[in-house]
């Protein structure tokens, strides 16, 4: 059995701080990581992709992965309301396999 | 990214109807998926929709509740069969090329009454 956990939430942060996302997954043969943010009502949204160990930036957005102990995170500095949102972590085995998706994890960021 | 059209995308239909679901890509993508959403839930896997042979469901989902077609490389559908109050959710169509990520159609808000 595949599994890829989260922290429901939901998390609260001020706005500007940093947000700090995790997801641990069980399979060691997960090789493709993302995550995607929803906001309600509406579909998922790829906002980072991350596949070998370390960081990966991109704007105010960082994906961290450590295959080792099979976890993988997002930050998100300077957050701003219009961040919150459910974010989902998604692992992938091989280019042609089915995603796992986590339960996500409701973040709201205060004004 | 794939450009990809879902209708419709949004239906209220009675209890003991089906409703047919179609999903639309502006170009050819390897992979079709489609997923069911809960109110409040995270994205549940029905199948994966293959071109030109029957769907592989996951567990939990058969073919008679949920019919799916995929005549080609840019087109599938998902049906929703007897539908009840249990059957209220968002279903989503998703594509994935190869060393690409999955992307999501604006997905279906269903309700049954």
């Known amino acids: 059995q595949k599994e890829v956990e989260q922290n429901s939430g939901p998390l609260s942060v001020p706005e500007g701080a940093i947000a700090s996302l995790n997801c641990t997954y069980s399979?060691?043969?997960?090789?493709?990581f993302f995550w995607y943010r929803q906001y309600s009502g509406k579909s998922p949204e790829l906002i980072m992709s991350?596949?070998?160990?370390g960081d990966k930036e991109d704007g105010r957005f960082t994906a961290q992965l450590n295959k080792a102990s099979q976890y993988v995170s997002l930050l998100i500095r300077d957050s701003q309301p219009s961040d919150s949102a459910t974010y989902l972590c998604?692992?992938?085995?091989?280019?042609?396999?089915?995603?796992?998706f986590g339960s996500g994890t409701k973040l709201n960021v205060k004004p | 990214s794939a450009v990809i059209s879902q209708k419709p995308s949004r239906d209220i239909c009675q209890r003991g109807t089906s409703l047919t679901i179609q999903c639309q890509v502006d170009s050819q993508v390897t992979m079709m998926f489609w997923y069911r959403q809960q109110p409040g839930q995270s994205l549940t896997l029905i199948a994966t929709?293959?071109?030109?042979?029957?769907?592989?469901?996951e567990s939990g989902f058969v073919i008679d509740k949920f019919p799916i077609s995929r005549p080609n490389l840019t087109f599938s559908t998902l049906t929703v069969s007897n539908m009840s109050p249990e059957d209220s959710s968002i279903y989503l169509c998703?594509?994935?090329?190869?060393?690409?990520?999955?992307?999501f159609g604006d997905g279906t808000r269903l309700s049954i009454l």
């Open positions: 998703s594509v994935r090329e190869a060393n690409q990520p999955q992307h």
């Open positions: 399979d060691r043969g997960s090789q493709s």
């Open positions: 929709a293959n071109q030109g042979s029957e769907a592989t469901y």
């Open positions: 991350i596949y070998s160990n």
């Open positions: 998604a692992v992938n085995e091989n280019n042609f396999n089915k995603f796992y």
